[in-house]
């Protein structure tokens, strides 16, 4: 098992951090806890990851506007409560952009539509992407000496560890996606 977490790890915060990431940088800091990964690496491919990530939405946003919004009902579903999230917060949705899960990569691409110039995107997109990876690598870190000190002998029983954590975040994520739904029906349904 450390093979493929030492193998594909990294590369799989990277890649989860830039679609969304909370499951995978949470994994990565229990993960750095018990010992399978370095959390400084998993730190700075989570930063990695979601600077990508934002920046990429925001540039298609900038480039292909609206366009890509509207050939996709997942994402046109979304855009009302984007749009009441940058007009009531302007500027500073730059920053929190990180913390909004499920709609970041709308409220991205809406943010690309809009004037706000690349250097100041660029400034609160690094600045939250470093809060964001150490705040989220922490939890996980932290949430890693739980599982410590209720299994002292990890290798015996690793894979049932692993896969219980992550049927528990995979659980979690799905009932606040629910949650998230319902609200976005409500605001859609006034």
Same mark, same amino acid.
């Given at each position: 098992?450390?093979?493929? $977490?030492? =193998?594909? +790890?990294?590369?799989? /915060? @990277? #890649?989860?951090?830039? &679609?969304? !990431?909370?499951?995978? *940088?949470? %994994?990565?800091?229990?993960?750095?806890?018990?010992?399978?990964?370095?959390?400084?690496?998993?730190?700075?491919?989570?930063?990695?990851?979601?600077?990508?990530?934002?920046?990429?939405?925001?540039?298609?946003?900038?480039?292909?506007?609206?366009?890509?919004?509207?050939?996709?009902?997942?994402?046109?579903?979304?855009?009302?409560?984007?749009?009441?999230? $940058?007009? =009531?917060? +302007?500027?500073?949705? /730059? @920053? #929190?952009?990180?913390? &909004?899960? !499920?709609?970041?990569? *709308?409220? %991205?691409?809406?943010?690309?539509?809009?004037?706000?110039?690349?250097?100041?995107?660029?400034?609160?997109?690094?600045?939250?992407?470093?809060?964001?990876?150490?705040?989220?690598?922490?939890?996980?870190?932290?949430?890693?000496?739980?599982?410590?000190?209720?299994?002292?002998?990890?290798?015996?029983?690793?894979?049932?560890?692993?896969?219980?954590?992550?049927?528990?975040?995979?659980?979690?994520?799905? /009932?606040?996606?629910?949650?998230?739904?319902?609200?976005?029906?409500?605001?859609?349904?006034?």
């Amino acid at each position: 098992m450390e093979v493929y $977490i030492e =193998k594909f +790890g990294y590369i799989g /915060i @990277f #890649i989860g951090t830039f &679609l969304e !990431g909370e499951t995978t *940088v949470l %994994l990565g800091g229990i993960l750095s806890k018990l010992g399978y990964m370095d959390i400084y690496k998993v730190f700075l491919f989570a930063f990695l990851g979601t600077f990508a990530g934002d920046f990429t939405f925001f540039s298609l946003g900038k480039k292909f506007g609206r366009n890509i919004i509207d050939r996709y009902e997942f994402l046109s579903s979304k855009v009302p409560i984007a749009d009441k999230i $940058i007009k =009531k917060h +302007g500027n500073f949705i /730059i @920053f #929190i952009i990180r913390f &909004l899960v !499920g709609i970041r990569a *709308v409220v %991205l691409l809406l943010l690309g539509c809009t004037n706000i110039r690349v250097s100041k995107f660029l400034f609160f997109s690094i600045a939250n992407s470093v809060l964001w990876s150490i705040v989220v690598s922490i939890i996980g870190y932290v949430f890693g000496n739980v599982v410590y000190i209720f299994v002292k002998d990890m290798k015996q029983y690793e894979w049932h560890i692993i896969s219980a954590i992550i049927v528990v975040i995979l659980i979690i994520i799905l /009932i606040y996606r629910r949650i998230v739904e319902k609200k976005e029906k409500s605001y859609a349904d006034r």
